[in-house]
């Protein structure tokens, strides 16, 4: 390493990745992804990485993803709840597809994909 | 990218405790259930709160597992890693408020700390340079060789108020001045890694944690000196924190960061581990500096002082690892931040070591000038199974006792040595009403006896005489005009000897003196140790109305000092009786005295 530039962008990339460490924050959007035996045998998983890998990419930083158990609506899973403040949305039946449009409206545009959600399913 | 990171302690006190077999555990059933894509392991320095260990940390959620077990691996991955469940009978009991999870900085032990010169202990893989750069390591190196000249990082570090934080507390700022004014064709930069107090182990923590944040501080403090050679004094019974050092020294230099011509600047620098043989007098400077030359370690006078003549007779300056575990922060963050924590005249925090009779073992973070009562009462979680507090010493051998009814005193440098104390490396041990005051005098001056190098009369012969007169007092031969002779032995040594060992020597035992003067006088007059530790003041006795004759304590005797038959009383023969203690333990009734 050669110069100050060189050092910047190892501590980007590192960034990324250490920010794991700092979710016990307050205040932070919280992403839940249900991953009980309901959760996993509907797909659960995929859904998890996908939250992972669009955070990563689009390089968000004050957001935790995280894994919850099951809250009982076992027949929607893959359940996801997005937490921020008092504000809690569920989402249901989730893919990897979904996520994206959850990451780009939500987490960052900040309106929730009402289409999505437990209330669109009654 | 790894979605979830499980930091399991890798520190000295959690590897003996089995870390080791945790992380391994960890890899084989996170591979056995497919997340070796999704979770990270990583092998991290001391958190901190020893006495719980082997500690485990999973985030995002920030989940603290304490007292992990190999066999518990399983179930955290199965449970926590893989479904989401938080195993919470594994959580520190701390943290678990009914439904909720309290975060760790809420925690009594946490709250009350500030972590600076511990910030990346247990938040970081110490072998993993990049980890250290994502927390803007060597950002300070950088902006120090780019932005500041070297009279700009030494006013900085004379601004922020730091002081030695190994013992003697000297401004660093003005230590560094007087080597960058000295002429030289070569300057040295040495890290004093000799921790010798019985203890104390936050440099030993840092290096096993942090070790960059050594490397790092100790190149700026080169730059602004003037020096291009660096040496670590590292005692060899550290091996953890010599590895993580010696590897961290291999990757900085692989980076640029260590060597020729550093970020593109011209400045050169390069660093060297010695390993030290353990020898407590090593960590007086001039000592040290001899012992890397090669030769026997003994003091020489001062002055002239390092700063003018030190290694190989070239301007040096040396510092403790805590310090230089300051100084990135302090040039990022800037000196009035430093400045902004502690008191008028110590700033910034100080690592303690607490030991002793406390909950809560480990090692404490705080701002300068908490009181005492905050870190045993609060941090510490108090005294165990419902013991009174009694006194904690500080500083080591070097240092002096604070009473119970001194516990309001802040730990800063001046009110320490105020009370007779003195800061000394940061070692904290805590005693109850079991201890008793004249044992521990006795127990720190062995040490010193032991330690001293043997070159100046009044330490090498002076502390043998003073311990022989201790050891006159706690078996049972002590005069009244002992204690004159103490203080006039202990004043003439404090006076005379050539450098800090012997100085400092007898503060243990005046201080105690001091303040326990009591109990000396029990030990002297009584012919009684109030604590019941001094075994030649010590006798054991049946009472002849409690014993059953059940024969027990016959039977463990060691040295068959008891005598008696079935269903009668027992009798102890004094002059067989070996005052261990085994046949209290064992009698069933109570009917065991020691008095």
């Known amino acids: ?122 | 990218m790894y979605r979830s990171h499980v930091m399991v302690c890798g520190g000295t006190g959690c590897t003996s405790s089995g870390s080791e077999k945790i992380i391994e555990e960890f890899n084989r059933e996170i591979a056995a259930v497919g997340l070796n894509e999704e979770v990270k392991v990583i092998r991290t320095g001391c958190f901190g709160l020893c006495a719980l260990g082997p500690i485990v940390v999973v985030y995002p959620e920030g989940s603290f597992y304490s007292m992990v077990k190999a066999e518990d691996v399983k179930e955290i991955v199965d449970e926590h890693l893989l479904k989401g469940r938080v195993v919470t009978r594994l959580l520190y009991d701390e943290t678990v408020h009914g439904e909720t999870i309290k975060s760790l900085n809420e925690t009594e032990f946490y709250r009350h700390q500030m972590r600076v010169a511990l910030r990346n202990c247990g938040r970081i893989d110490p072998d993993n340079i990049e980890e250290y750069i994502g927390y803007d390591g060597y950002a300070a190196l950088g902006k120090v060789l780019t932005e500041m000249t070297p009279d700009d990082v030494i006013k900085v570090i004379t601004d922020s108020g730091l002081r030695g934080r190994g013992g003697g507390g000297f401004p660093t700022g003005r230590k560094w001045r007087l080597a960058a004014v000295n002429e030289s064709d070569q300057k040295y930069v040495c890290c004093n890694a000799d921790e010798g107090d019985p203890g104390a182990f936050m440099d030993r923590s840092i290096l096993e944690g942090d070790p960059h944040s050594v490397i790092e501080a100790m190149a700026i403090a080169a730059y602004a000196i003037g020096a291009t050679k660096g040496y670590v004094y590292i005692r060899a019974e550290y091996p953890i924190a010599v590895q993580r050092l010696q590897k961290a020294i291999e990757d900085a230099r692989a980076y640029g960061l260590l060597g020729k011509d550093i970020f593109g600047t011209g400045f050169n620098f390069d660093l060297e581990i010695k390993l030290g043989a353990g020898a407590f007098v090593c960590g007086e400077e001039t000592a040290l500096m001899r012992s890397i030359e090669g030769n026997r370690g003994e003091p020489r006078p001062r002055p002239p002082y390092p700063a003018l003549k030190g290694l190989f007779g070239k301007p040096t300056i040396l510092n403790n690892v805590e310090t230089y575990a300051n100084i990135p922060q302090i040039i990022l963050k800037g000196a009035d931040w430093f400045a902004s924590m502690g008191t008028e005249k110590s700033k910034g925090t100080k690592v303690f070591a607490l030991g002793g009779k406390i909950k809560n073992t480990g090692l404490v973070e705080i701002p300068m000038g908490t009181t005492l009562r905050t870190v045993i009462e609060d941090i510490g979680g108090g005294i165990p199974n419902g013991k009174q507090f009694k006194a904690a010493q500080t500083g080591g051998p070097s240092g002096g006792c604070i009473p119970a009814s001194l516990i309001d005193t802040p730990m800063d440098y001046d009110s320490l040595l105020a009370i007779g104390s003195m800061m000394g490396s940061g070692g904290l041990i805590v005693m109850d009403e079991d201890t008793c005051m004249v044992d521990i005098a006795k127990f720190f001056l062995q040490f010193t006896v032991e330690e001293s190098c043997g070159k100046c009369a009044p330490c090498r012969i002076g502390t043998k005489r003073l311990l022989e007169l201790l050891d006159k007092i706690t078996s049972g031969n002590g005069e009244m005009e002992d204690l004159d002779k103490i203080e006039e032995l202990a004043t003439f040594i404090k006076e005379n000897s050539q450098c800090g060992l012997g100085q400092s020597a007898p503060n243990p035992v005046l201080s105690t003196l001091h303040y326990f003067r009591d109990e000396y006088i029990s030990h002297i007059k009584d012919k009684k140790c109030p604590a019941g530790v001094c075994k030649s003041l010590l006798t054991y006795r049946i009472m002849a109305d409690k014993c059953k004759g059940c024969t027990l304590c016959k039977r463990v005797c060691p040295v068959g000092a008891i005598s008696g038959e079935v269903r009668n009383p027992h009798a102890i023969d004094p002059a067989k009786c070996i005052k261990c203690g085994a046949c209290m333990a064992g009698c069933k009734f109570g009917a065991i005295v020691r008095e």
């Open chain 1, 1 to 122: 390493m050669k110069s100050l530039r060189e050092l910047q962008a190892i501590r980007d990339k590192m960034k990324a990745s250490v920010n794991t460490r700092e979710g016990a924050g307050e205040g932070k959007m919280r992403i839940l992804v249900g991953m009980a035996t309901c959760g996993i045998a509907a797909g659960a998983r995929p859904v998890l990485n996908a939250f992972s890998e669009e955070i990563l990419k689009r390089d968000i930083h004050d957001v935790i993803v995280s894994q919850t158990g099951c809250i009982g609506i076992c027949q929607f899973e893959p359940v996801v709840e997005v937490i921020e403040g008092d504000k809690k949305t569920t989402y249901v039946k989730m893919d990897p597809e979904k996520v994206k449009r959850v990451v780009v409206e939500h987490v960052i545009g900040k309106n929730p994909v009402t289409e999505f959600t437990i209330g669109a399913m009654k």
